[in-house]
Each structure stands twice: as C-alpha cells, then as structure tokens.
C-alpha cells in the first residue's frame, strides 16, 4: 500500500464526512461536508500521524455559535489545518492551546461521532496499517437480572454486543460472563471479584465500549469510572439506535 501522506488525506477525507459524524447535523449540507468535523478530523489526523490537537475558541467570530475549533499540530512543529475549507466566511488568525485526546473523545457523542468517522476511512481502504491492528476493548453491558428471564435476555444481549465488537475488527473482552461460570454472581463478594478481576484487565485495554440499549447497571458504572480515572476511552453504543447520552450516567 502506498504511504498515506497528510496531503493525500486532506484530499480524501471530506468523502467519509457525514451528516452522522457532524457536530451540527442540522446545519450540515453535502455542499460542505466538513462542516462540523474539526474535532473528529483532528482526531484522526492524530492517530495516523501523531503530533498534538490544537483547540481555540470561535467567540468573537462569526461562527461563536459552534464554540470551538480543532486543528493539528503535527512532528516538526508543521500546524495543518484539514477542515478550514467548512468556514465560508473570513476567520481571523486563531491561537490555539494543546489539548489532551482523552479530554476531546471524554464527551460521547464527540466519541461517537469519531468512531464512525474511523470506520468510514478504514473501510475506504486508505487506512495505514497501524489502523488495521484490533482494538482490544471493555465490553460494558448489563448482566444480573431481577429473576432468571433477565439474565437469559441480558446474556443474549452481551452476545450480540459482543458479534457488533469483532465486526468492528475489535477484541472484546466481557468479563460479566467470562468470570460468572467460575463465580457466584449472586454473592457480594464473589461479584465484587470477578468486577475487580474485569477492572484489571481494563488497564490493558485501548477503551471501554458501554451497551446502553437495555440500561446501566452499577457495575457498568464502576467500570466507566475506573475507565475514566486511567484515561481510557469510553465509547456509547446502542444496537438498536437508541438515544446514546451526553455525558457520563455515573
């Protein structure tokens, strides 16, 4: 495969850009398809080419209305800019300040929206091959049930959430059903095992993916606290295109 270089992917991107990945859906037209991607852009350009996120702030400007914007900051101190192009209007010289990946991918539909972006592009066949290696994540879904027809749904529910990660070229691990043939899930203490068992494991994990569709239970908000509290990147997903949330439910 011929090396991607960032002025081949500035050419490209905006043919994976989408109403679904903007951050100003209703505000998106196919005209201007980079419309609301600077973050999600950014994010992108950082993980293929390393380098840091610059942000700065729109207010003042003609487009304060979509608070901030993104751009990078790659190796050899070279700022390049891939989504200028959305503003139509003149911006003026914009200082930015570096910001943390986690901090940006902290909020979930920003998550979310990036997730879907990454997917386009590497099903586009433009990926570098760093991109292709799986990602090794923390499947968070419900497990106890209030009697034994729950359990059997929520078991048939992690299974499903499990076949959505391997055909996102993921490695799941879920360790609500790996540990409970061994552990008694209905004991405090043997549940709390097998949950700091799974919590061990999360520390070797590039992000945590949390199943939404049929609630958040107590363990599932343990374990997108402790996600938080060692910067791993916590993603929403609904399997059945429920409303994802805006922020942590912990």
């Known amino acids: 495969m011929t090396e991607l270089t960032p002025f081949a992917f500035g050419e490209m991107i905006a043919n994976y850009c989408a109403q679904d990945t903007s951050a100003d859906p ?13 973050a999600v852009v950014a994010l992108l350009v950082q993980e293929i080419f390393d380098g840091d996120l610059l942000r700065a702030s729109l207010e003042g400007t003609s487009y304060a209305f979509m608070r901030s914007h993104y751009w990078n900051l790659l190796p050899g101190d070279r700022e390049r800019d891939f989504t200028r192009d959305q503003f139509k209007a003149a911006l003026p010289e914009l200082v930015g300040e570096v910001k ?29 091959e760093k991109m292709l290696k799986k990602r090794c994540v923390i499947v968070e879904s419900p497990y106890r049930g209030i009697d034994y027809a ?25 360790s609500h059903v790996h540990y409970t043939d061994a552990l008694d899930d209905k004991i405090p203490s043997e549940r709390d095992l097998g949950i700091k068992a799974g919590l061990a494991w999360g520390e070797r994990a590039d992000a945590s993916v949390v199943y939404i569709d049929r609630g958040i239970s107590d363990g599932m908000k343990c374990g997108i606290r402790h996600a938080r509290e060692h910067r791993r990147e916590v993603e929403y997903r609904s399997l059945y ?10």
């Not at 990946?101 to 590497?122: G, I, K, N, Q, S």
């Not at 499903?160 to 490695?171: G, I, M, W």
């Not at 295109?241 to 912990?250: K, Q, S, W, Y």
């Open 100 to 128: 943390a990946r986690t901090d940006v991918l902290a909020w979930p539909l920003t998550m979310t929206r990036y997730r879907r972006l990454r997917v386009r592009f590497v099903c586009g066949s433009h990926a570098p």
């Open 150 to 174: 729950e359990l059997e749904e929520n078991i048939a529910y992690t299974v499903a959430a499990k076949r959505d990660c391997l055909l996102q070229n993921e490695a799941p691990f879920l």
């Open 241 to 250: 295109g429920n409303p994802l949330p805006t922020e942590d439910p912990i």
């Open 26 to 38: 209703d505000g998106w037209e196919p005209e201007n398809p980079l419309w609301g991607h600077c």
